[in-house]
């Protein structure tokens, strides 16, 4: 039996005013399933990953995650938005890493890790710090406790980064671009991290230009562009260019 | 012309308990007006952000009204004018055995009214110099948006707030003379009337010119030290505590043009 589905859009559709940029995209992701995104930029691929998490809203159709409608709720027939705090308590099970890190500067990389379990999952810091400091370990970055993200190299930022999601428990996490803003020689070191945790059974969407990584560790690749999923296989197949010439021409552009 | 350096170095080092009294009605009512002023400064600060544009509009009419209007009028006009025109006026307060005279009152409020205009300046840049992308973390870990405001916007704020806002204090302090209008008993008014019976308006006027200087003085010192402590994460040995910060202050001020660690994102 297939794992169950825990990411499902139907038809979902998202304007920027005027500008149509999901065009209604219809995608599932089973548990432990890790599905890589490709696609030329402005092709709605981060859109897409941050309607998600609701760092964007959509208008039509629709978006759930373990069965759970995203961003909205049926009152009598009709849609209504939902409030701030049902949005937050959402997003909770969602984990997020950015193309630039986003660390909080003002704190240590152990303050960033604890914030949100203390805060949010309301977690005794003793617990917080030995999980976090398990987590930096596991990313490659234990001693680095007490050092603000400024000091870090950008591949260094995004593996305290990812730990940071994860100490939040995430049932899947988002990938938006996590190494487009790294030097070519810490890309690796981030791409370890994510290898290992798509190997550990995390669920995972990656939005990448990485198509080493997606062919090795995606087991599902889609191509997007102008707002629609063009292309849609398991990367084996995905990755076998006399399939889709636009596809060909694309992967030909990125090397 | 002759300079009494006895009656100088005697008020200097020797004021009287009166001038004593003033310095603490000068230095209370410029904490007090600048907590209130903080205070308004972030109502009408995220007013100004607001996404009601209604709330925009009246918060940027107050910036416009106060920032507009000489404090020395202002504190006139809530002291006297409301009084002489038969609206709700200051009254004395008594709080056990200690009377808060309706002039110390409208001095704080008027002062306060006056600097929340700039505080919401101040504060609205701040907000605005956080980046978006550390909201949108600190969302997607789940933080709800009073969490967000108080965990991650106000202290990145608080680095770009605290020296216009520091500055903001230094001219409050020295504001204070103003409330001598009327008739708070604060070391202008005072000095001013050991002019009146001495005819030292010269000696008393240096006086009082120094006692200013060691306030504000004072003050750029604790100003520095806070800052030094807001930076902490650009030193490369960063102040944790405050006791760190007063150290590294006097080493090497983070006022002072030093080398900083770029951050490398």
Known sequence: MPNPTVIEAKQLQKWYGDLHVLKGIDLTVAEGEVLCIIGPSGSGKSTFLRCINQLEEYQQGSLTVGGELIGFKEVGGKRVALKESEKTRQRRKLGMVFQGFNLFWHKTVMENMIEAPVLVLGEKEEDARQKAAALLDRVGLAGKEDVFPGKLSGGQQQRAAIARALAMNPEVMLFDEPTSAIDPETTGEVLEVMTELAQSGMTMIVVTHEMGFAKKVGDRAVMMEGGLVKFEAPTSEFFDRDRNPRLDAFLSSME | ?265
């Open chain 2, 1 to 265: 012309m002759g300079f009494d350096w006895t009656f100088f170095f005697d008020r200097l080092f020797f004021p009287e308990e009166r001038f004593l009294w003033g310095l603490f009605r000068t230095m209370s009512i410029a904490i007090l007006a600048q907590l209130l002023g903080t205070a308004i400064g972030f109502i009408v600060g995220y007013g100004r952000l607001s996404k009601i544009a209604p709330i925009r509009a009246l918060a940027g009419l107050y910036v416009w009204i106060i920032r507009g209007i000489p404090p020395l009028v202002i504190l006139v006009l809530i002291f006297a004018g409301v009084a002489a025109a038969g609206l709700p006026r200051f009254e004395e307060i008594t709080l056990g055995s200690f009377e808060i005279p309706a002039n110390y009152q409208a001095a704080v409020v008027g002062l306060g009214i006056h600097t929340g205009a700039y505080m919401a300046e101040i504060i609205r840049n701040g907000i605005q110099s956080v980046l978006p992308g550390q909201i949108e973390a600190a969302k997607a870990l789940g933080m709800r948006p009073s969490e967000i405001a108080r965990r991650v916007v106000i202290p990145q704020a608080a680095r770009v707030i605290i020296p216009p806002a520091g500055n903001e204090f230094n001219v409050l302090i020295k504001l204070t003379s103003l409330v001598s209008v009327i008739g708070v008993q604060e070391i202008f008014l005072i000095s001013q009337s050991v002019a009146s019976n001495t005819f030292r308006v010269f000696e008393i006027m240096i006086v009082v010119s120094i006692y200013y200087l060691i306030l504000t003085g004072f003050w750029s010192l604790v100003q520095g030290v806070v800052e030094t402590k807001l930076r902490a994460f650009e030193s490369p040995t960063p102040a944790r505590t405050w006791g760190q910060a007063v150290k590294y202050f006097l080493r090497k001020p983070a006022t002072s043009n030093r080398k900083v660690v770029k951050d490398r994102a």
